[in-house]
């Protein structure tokens, strides 16, 4: 890998999410002159051309997943705000969300993205922390790399900096929300002395958000309030959130005067940046469809992670890893999937014939199976077709046999879990088809199959899990 820049400052929050609650939320307007307003001024917001990076359109009242990036930008605060001194003028973000909205059934559903979570970036021969990827390449590499590594369709995106955040805390008057004990953080510039039911001012907010090292005065001394970080620091976020999208609603972002300052006033500070693609019309026919919706509704979701490094012996990088098996639920969330055709299946020629694994591989994508890789066999020996799969995977396994003409024999194997299935061409393959079959056809091995009772060896080698602090956290969000 290149010599590897300065480590990107840590983001603020994932407020792109805020705004586009808002707005959404805002937009369920119906007087005629209230959206013309509107739309005069949304379509004032500066926009990002994404090219084919972004997701194809989906028909009218189908799932949209939208890309919220927060950006450490300071280039719209004034001249003397203080972040200023400590911040360049560099575009980065280490914190993101997507946000699932389904206007067929008025559901939404938001996933936090770990910021040290590593990635292999596209068209690029290496790896970086995802908090890294922006400030190395671009936004429409930042799409990419997490549809890529997640295999999750990104439809639209929105990035939100600095000023966005405290300009929309600050139309809203605030944010209310029930402290227990004094708070602070030097690092993120956070002081909340006060106790009780508080209206926290946007510097409060911003620094309440930032914050990874929170202290709280608890009988008179200062104690961390949570040891895990970035992990928490999102867990607190999602929460603040649900308060800020209720404010938004109960301080009557219906209503046009109220909607018409919060969007002039992101418009026309540059504080938002949305993609080419997503028009005033979607803008409109999804507040139309989440005009009722209460923020306790939001499903929130977090990457399962394990601790790791990379980097050299001399200069280790602490980053997070995907526990890709544990993901696979949350993230077919996010794909619309529920019989997961998300699995990983790697292809194998165990015939000889040329090409067969590339064309197999081509049918499977076709049918929305994840294909991560097409080659040879271990031989070209196999008259019957294989299928294999860790314990874990054998619900996988047997979906992919019912796509299968012929089926397949199953052969169970010691795994971690984190190996694709693999699927291994026999003469007997006789095609794909167009629908699965009710019923699996799978055939299990006399030795080895799905069902004995023996259970396959743990892993040896497993990475050691996040630990969970002790005691609970002293900090817990909550409205008042």
Request: with cysteine; charged share 25%; net charge negative.
């Amino acid at each position: 890998m290149s010599a590897r820049r300065a480590r990107p400052r840590r983001t603020w929050v994932q407020r792109g999410f805020l705004l586009l609650n808002v707005v959404i939320v805002a937009a369920g307007l119906t007087a005629a002159v209230a959206l013309a307003v509107a739309k005069d001024t949304v379509s004032s917001i500066p926009r990002t051309g994404y090219g084919n990076t972004l997701a194809a359109d989906v028909e009218e009242g189908e799932p949209l997943n939208f890309l919220l990036i927060g950006a450490d930008s300071i280039t719209t605060l004034p001249p003397d705000h203080p972040l200023r001194q400590s911040r360049d003028a560099g575009l980065r973000t280490d914190t993101l969300m997507v946000l699932r909205m389904n206007p067929a059934t008025g559901e939404a559903s938001v996933l936090s993205i770990p910021r040290d979570l590593w990635v292999p970036v596209p068209g690029h021969s290496y790896h970086l922390k995802i908090t890294e990827v922006l400030a190395y390449t671009d936004r429409p590499t930042l799409v990419q790399t997490i549809q890529d590594f997640l295999h999750i369709p990104i439809h639209h995106a929105v990035q939100v900096d600095f000023n966005g955040f405290l300009e929309m805390v600050k139309v809203l008057d605030g944010i209310k929300m029930y402290v227990d004990y004094p708070l602070r953080d030097r690092k993120a510039a956070l002081s909340i002395p006060d106790t009780g039911c508080l209206t926290l001012t946007p510097e409060q907010a911003l620094g309440f958000v930032r914050s990874r090292t929170m202290q709280a005065l608890v009988d008179g001394q200062w104690r961390l309030v949570d040891g895990r970080g970035d992990l928490a620091r999102i867990e607190r976020q999602q929460d603040f959130l649900t308060l800020a999208i209720d404010r938004a609603i109960n301080k009557g972002v219906r209503n046009p005067a109220t909607l018409k300052s919060l969007v002039d006033d992101v418009a026309a500070g540059g504080f938002v940046n949305l993609d080419e693609r997503l028009t005033f019309k979607q803008i409109i026919d999804l507040g139309e469809r989440f005009r009722d919706f209460a923020a306790e509704g939001l499903e929130k979701y977090t990457l399962p992670v394990v601790l790791g490094s990379e980097g050299t012996e001399e200069k280790p990088i602490s980053v997070v890893y995907l526990v890709e098996d544990d993901a696979q639920r949350v993230l077919d969330v996010f794909r619309g999937s529920t019989d997961a055709q998300a699995f990983r299946v790697a292809v194998r020629n165990g015939t000889g014939e040329s090409g067969i694994a590339g064309a197999v591989a081509t049918e499977l994508e076709n049918r929305g199976f994840r294909v991560v890789d097409a080659s040879d066999a271990e031989s070209y020996d196999f008259d019957r077709t294989v299928i294999r799969a860790g314990e874990s995977q054998v619900d996988s396994a047997m979906l992919l046999s019912r796509w299968l003409v012929n089926g397949a024999q199953l052969e169970t194997r010691d795994t971690a879990g984190d190996e694709p299935v693999e699927l291994i061409i026999g003469r007997d393959f006789a095609g794909i088809l167009d629908e699965p079959s009710e019923a699996p056809v799978a055939t299990p091995t006399p030795t080895g199959a799905v069902g004995e009772t023996t259970p396959l060896p743990v892993p040896t080698a497993a990475p050691t899990p996040v630990p969970t602090p002790t005691p609970q956290p002293l900090v817990r969000v909550r409205a008042c």
